[in-house]
């Protein structure tokens, strides 16, 4: 069975910037779960996604965002990049809408220059 | 006051040695406890769920006290595969995950 999977693996923006990172699920997973994990740093939530709609939010700026497609899969977009936004954003699915055990793809290394 | 809070480490045991690593939180509320495991530049991976009663899966060993709210893991017989940071995972019922910031523990040879 196919696990988590991100795209792209690394990205590489400048300031003001847009950036999209994708992100599949693993197959019968309505969950979809964003972290931001900066250098030396631990994860840091930023969205969750279950059945299209968006359940919660971290304590991020509103130009961090996405969305969940009909096939679970999910898109985050980050506007206007800053430095400080350079990190790995990994994303973890799971069953259902209340938290399970999450897994997690290989993550997006952004560098923001 | 940091929602889940570990002690950052390193550990540096010798292999073979018994290691254990606590983690607290402060929401009483919390309903689901995990260990992962985060290899260097690598995504974390679920290393065992907590439960009330304790769970052992061979050399690990969770515990769970919720009068105290902190959640252990026990490593019996280092092996140098255990070098890793350990990250403490709280959940609540409707809200998100929230990770402990991880001990590194190195195991020496």
């Known amino acids: 069975e196919a696990g988590v999977t991100q795209s792209p693996t690394h990205l590489i923006k400048t300031r003001g910037q847009q950036a999209t990172l994708r992100c599949s699920p693993i197959?019968?997973?309505?969950?979809v779960y964003w972290y931001q994990q900066a250098l030396g740093l631990g994860l840091q939530f930023l969205l969750w996604y279950d059945e299209g709609e968006e359940r919660n939010r971290g304590n991020f700026p509103p130009r961090f965002s996405g969305r969940q497609f009909p096939n679970y899969s999910s898109e985050l977009n980050v506007n206007a990049l800053e430095l400080e936004d350079s990190a790995l954003y990994l994303c973890?699915?799971?069953?259902?809408?209340?938290?399970?055990?999450?897994?997690f793809g290989p993550g997006t290394r952004l560098l923001v220059l | 006051r940091k929602e889940v809070e570990q002690d950052p480490g390193p550990f540096n045991v010798p292999e073979g040695a018994t290691v254990a690593f606590n983690c607290t939180y402060s929401?009483?509320?919390?309903?689901?406890f995990f260990w992962y495991r985060q290899d260097c530049r690598k995504e974390p991976k679920l290393l065992m769920s907590v439960y009330s009663s304790g769970n052992e899966d061979g050399r690990f060993t969770a515990q769970l006290n919720r009068a105290s709210q902190y959640i252990s893991l026990l490593i019996r017989d280092s092996k140098l595969s255990d070098s890793a940071t350990y990250l403490c995972?709280?959940?609540?019922?409707?809200?998100?995950?929230?990770f402990g910031p991880g001990t590194r523990l190195s195991v020496l040879p």
């Open positions: 929401n009483s509320a919390s309903q689901s």
């Open positions: 973890a699915s799971s069953l259902g809408g209340v938290p399970e055990t999450q897994y």
């Open positions: 995972v709280v959940t609540n019922y409707g809200q998100n995950f929230v």
């Open positions: 197959s019968g997973h309505t969950s």
